[in-house]
């Protein structure tokens, strides 16, 4: 039905002045929930739990056994490993390549660094 037609019928019926029904102006929640977060400073504690729940899957089980991400603050992400040799060898050996699978999955804006410490 036309929207005018209809807002004369209903303005005729219940006998008040003609007035035009308002346009949707609706939005998409998506990036109204994008600046609140990022207003709170969760934006960062997501991308966090999000890196957390695809460890495994992105370094592999024998490096998940024995590291795990801890926090990511400015760019850096902080793994915490077990055992005194690991950390070596993710250090010397495995950082680079970790960080390019890492950066590949969530962007060289969210990790550009990363750091382990024992413990």
Do not use: C, Y
């Not at 590291?67 to 070596?88: E, N, S």
């Amino acid at each position: 039905m036309n929207p005018k037609l209809k807002a004369h019928i209903i303005a005729d019926w219940r006998g008040l002045p003609e007035e035009p029904f308002p346009k949707n102006t609706a939005k998409a929640p998506g990036p109204i929930v994008e600046k609140l977060l990022a207003s709170l400073g969760l934006q960062q504690r997501v991308r966090e739990d999000e890196i957390k729940s695809a460890w495994s899957e992105v370094v592999g089980d024998f490096i998940a056994k024995h590291a795990a991400p801890a926090t990511l603050a400015q760019g850096v992400l902080a793994i915490h490993v077990l055992q005194p040799t690991v950390h070596f060898e993710l250090e010397r050996v495995w950082k680079k390549t970790l960080l390019t699978k890492l950066q590949e999955r969530f962007g060289k804006t969210t990790i550009r660094e990363i750091r382990f410490r024992l413990g």
